[in-house]
């Protein structure tokens, strides 16, 4: 899929309106079937450690290739990337999850939390404040670091408010998010077992995930 997916993607960013669209029709949604199968070998490998995948179906994770132009100076109708959110409810999903994004300019595999709301994520910073060892256990583990070494994701500029700006886990209180990044060069898509690897790296995440929603489900 790889070398054909990134030269459809290109092509479209380069041509990216909806006469050129409706001309490669036939390419694209032949492409899209094959990524939801690729996202399928996912979810059903991260579904072997996570029963609360099972069942899920690759087609309610990955999103459309259409662009919300609504509010964006940017027109373009089309987003020149494939991407797919996992969870159990698919793509709709406000708590901790999985994310894969295959593009031209990017390609990477996310999980974590993203711009959760403000009382979410007052709840957050107060739970991994009171189980601040277990946490920092989970997410500084030997196999984190090395694919995930830092935190993806807005940061503020100082202490949010209620907190001293020299408090000793300022680093993690200044999260706006908490979410966890690892890119992928196009290299990476030459293996047919490419699903199964992406699950392995999203699988180290699962410890950390299931965190972040006890504490937003507590």
């Not at 300019?105 to 711009?115: F, I, L, N």
């Amino acid at each position: 899929m790889n070398r054909q997916l990134f030269d459809f993607l290109t092509r479209l960013a380069e041509n990216n309106d909806r006469p050129w669209f409706a001309a490669n029709r036939a390419e694209f949604d032949a492409l899209r079937a094959q990524w939801i199968d690729s996202v399928q070998r996912i979810v059903n490998a991260l579904a072997v450690d996570d029963p609360s995948l099972r069942g899920v179906r690759a087609s309610d994770c990955v999103y459309r290739i259409y662009r919300d132009t609504r509010f964006s100076h940017d027109k373009s109708p089309f987003k020149t990337y494939f991407s797919a959110l996992i969870s159990p409810t698919g793509r709709h999903c406000d708590r901790a999850c999985y994310y894969v994004h295959v593009g031209v300019e990017e390609c990477a595999v996310y999980g974590g939390v993203w711009s959760p709301e403000a009382p979410v994520l007052k709840k957050l910073r107060r739970a991994i404040l009171d189980n601040i060892e277990e946490f920092r256990e989970i997410t500084e583990t030997p196999e984190i670091k090395a694919l995930y070494p830092g935190w993806y994701g807005r940061k503020l500029k100082t202490a949010p408010k209620g907190y001293d700006r020299d408090h000793p886990d300022i680093d993690l209180l200044r999260l706006t998010e908490y979410g966890k990044c690892h890119e992928l060069d196009r290299a990476f898509f030459d293996a047919p077992d490419w699903p199964e690897k992406v699950a392995s790296m999203l699988r180290i995440l699962k410890p950390m995930n299931d965190f972040l929603n006890y504490s937003i489900d507590e």
